[in-house]
Nanobody, 119 residues
Framework: QVQLRESGGGLVQPGGSLRLSCAAS????????MGWYRQGPGTERELVAA???????KEADFAKGRFVISRDNAANTVTLQMNSLKPEDTAVYFC?????????????WGQGTQVTVSS
């Protein structure tokens, strides 16, 4: 069974930056896609960004120009660098992974890490 362990959430002021990291472990088959979703208060979970082991990536419109997703295939890790954070970015951020080459990975989920953007 694949397990995802996230780190890096916290409280940051508007305009600040945070770096989220996620490491995948376990399972028998290759993890070919990893990504990040978020869920704010009273909202549905939405895709933030995803990347495949082949290097394809996708970012939500709200993330373009501010967030950068990257992956270390050898280490099975994914990182989300978030810059110019806004209060509306406040949410629980979930790492996700899939065995498929998909830009919407949803086979496995991390426990979530809270990101709060507030002054």
């Amino acid at each position: 069974q694949v397990q995802l362990r996230e780190s890096g959430g916290g409280l940051v002021q508007p305009g600040g930056s945070l770096r989220l990291s996620c490491a995948a472990s376990g399972g028998y088959f290759a993890i070919n896609a990893m990504g990040w979703y978020r869920q704010g208060p009273g909202t549905e979970r939405e895709l933030v960004a995803a990347v495949t082991s082949g290097g394809r990536s996708k970012e939500a419109d709200f993330a373009k120009g501010r967030f950068v997703i990257s992956r270390d295939n050898a280490a099975n890790t994914v990182t989300l660098q978030m810059n110019s954070l806004k209060p509306e970015d406040t949410a629980v951020y979930f790492c996700s992974a899939s065995h498929d080459y998909t830009l919407s990975p949803t086979d496995y989920w991390g426990q979530g890490t809270q990101v709060t953007v507030s002054s």
